[in-house]
C-alpha cells in the first residue's frame, strides 16, 4: 500500500450573525473643515420643517394616483365625472346661497304679544310641561324681546306631547280658560317660571292673578278648549313639527331651545331682506 501523505486538518471560522446595519439618525454635524462657499448648513429644527412639506405633498401624490382627481378640490374632468375605484362620482350642483323653506303658519286667532304689524312673527309650539320649553322661556325669552323692541309679535301655540307629559293638555286648557278673563300671559309665564302643575297649582296661579275662581273653575272642569289645544297640536304634527319647541320665525324654522344668538341672526337677515 504507497504511503499517503499526512491529512491536514484545515480550521474552520466559526458562524455567525451577518452584521445588518441598523438605521439610526444622520448627524447632521459637519466635523471636516468645508468652505463655506459649497456648503448649506441646516439647523434640526429647519430639517424637520422641510421633511414634513415634502411628506405632505408626497402624501396628496400618492392620494392623487390611488384615488383620483376627486380627492382635490377645485378640480373636475372633462366630462363634469371625478373617476374613481368603485364607479363615478358625479358632481354636486354648487349652491351659492343655503335654501330657505318658508312654511304658511296662521297667526290670527291666537293668542300673541306684541304689535299686530311688527315686521317679525315668531310662532312657538309648545308644552309646559316641556323642561326645554321651560329653560328657553328662562333664558331666551325676554332677552329676545327686549332685543328687537316693537319689532317682534310672538304667537304662542299648543303641542302638549301627552304621552310622555300627563300635566300638560290640563295646563294648556288653564291658560287658555286663564285667557277669558285677559291674563293669558301672566298665567302663561307662571306656567314657565314654575316646576310645579295640577289642579292644586292651576287654581293657585288663578288665585294669584285674581280672576274669578268659578268661571275659570268651571272652564277648566268643562274641559272647554281641549278641541281648539288638539286641533293646535293636529296642525303642527300634519306641518312635520316633531319636538317642542318649534319657533317660526316668518314661518322659517328653528327647532329646538335654541339660544339667542341664533335667533338674531334668522332675525337680522330676515329685517335686512336677505332671506328670499
Known amino acids: 500500500m504507497?504511503?499517503?501523505?499526512?491529512?491536514?486538518?484545515?480550521?474552520?471560522?466559526p458562524i455567525t450573525e451577518p452584521n445588518i446595519p441598523i438605521y439610526t439618525e444622520p448627524d447632521l454635524t459637519i466635523d471636516a473643515p468645508v468652505s463655506e462657499e459649497d456648503t448649506i448648513t441646516f439647523k434640526r429644527s429647519h430639517f424637520y420643517s422641510v421633511l414634513s412639506i415634502l411628506t405632505f405633498f408626497a402624501g396628496i401624490l400618492v392620494g392623487y394616483v390611488v384615488w383620483?382627481?376627486?380627492?382635490?378640490?377645485?378640480?373636475?374632468?372633462?366630462?363634469?365625472t371625478a373617476a374613481r375605484a368603485n364607479g363615478p362620482v358625479v358632481e354636486a350642483p354648487v349652491t351659492a346661497e343655503p335654501k330657505f323653506v318658508r312654511y304658511d303658519i296662521p297667526s290670527k286667532g291666537f293668542y300673541s304679544?306684541?304689535?299686530?304689524?311688527a315686521?317679525?312673527?315668531?310662532?312657538?309650539?309648545?308644552?309646559?310641561?316641556?323642561p326645554f320649553c321651560r329653560r328657553w322661556h328662562a333664558e331666551v325669552y325676554e332677552s329676545l324681546l327686549a332685543a328687537y323692541p316693537g319689532k317682534?309679535?310672538?304667537?304662542?301655540?299648543?303641542?302638549?306631547?301627552?304621552?310622555i307629559h300627563p300635566d300638560a293638555?290640563?295646563?294648556?286648557?288653564?291658560a287658555m280658560c286663564a285667557g277669558e278673563q285677559n291674563v293669558y300671559w301672566q298665567y302663561h309665564d307662571k306656567l314657565f317660571s314654575s316646576e310645579?302643575?295640577?289642579?292644586?297649582?292651576?287654581?293657585?296661579?288663578?288665585?294669584?292673578?285674581?280672576?274669578?275662581?268659578i268661571t275659570f273653575e268651571a272652564c277648566v272642569s268643562g274641559e272647554k278648549y281641549k278641541a281648539a289645544i288638539q286641533a293646535d297640536s293636529d296642525f303642527a304634527v300634519n306641518l312635520g313639527v316633531r319636538s317642542t319647541p318649534t319657533f317660526f320665525i316668518n314661518g322659517l324654522a328653528i327647532v329646538g331651545a335654541q339660544p339667542l344668538d341664533v335667533f338674531q341672526q334668522v332675525i337680522d337677515k330676515e329685517l335686512a331682506g336677505e332671506i328670499p
Open 2 to 13: 504507497p504511503n499517503m501523505p499526512p491529512r491536514i486538518k484545515k480550521e474552520i471560522d
Open 68 to 80: 383620483g382627481t376627486s380627492l382635490l378640490p377645485g378640480l373636475k374632468s372633462n366630462s363634469g
Open 113 to 117: 304679544i306684541g304689535p299686530t304689524d
Open 119 to 130: 315686521p317679525i312673527t315668531i310662532v312657538e309650539f309648545s308644552d309646559y310641561q316641556c
Open 152 to 163: 317682534i309679535k310672538m304667537v304662542y301655540r299648543n303641542l302638549p306631547l301627552t304621552s
Open 169 to 174: 293638555q290640563a295646563a294648556a286648557e288653564a
Open 196 to 213: 310645579i302643575l295640577g289642579s292644586g297649582a292651576y287654581a293657585q296661579y288663578a288665585q294669584e292673578l285674581n280672576l274669578d275662581m
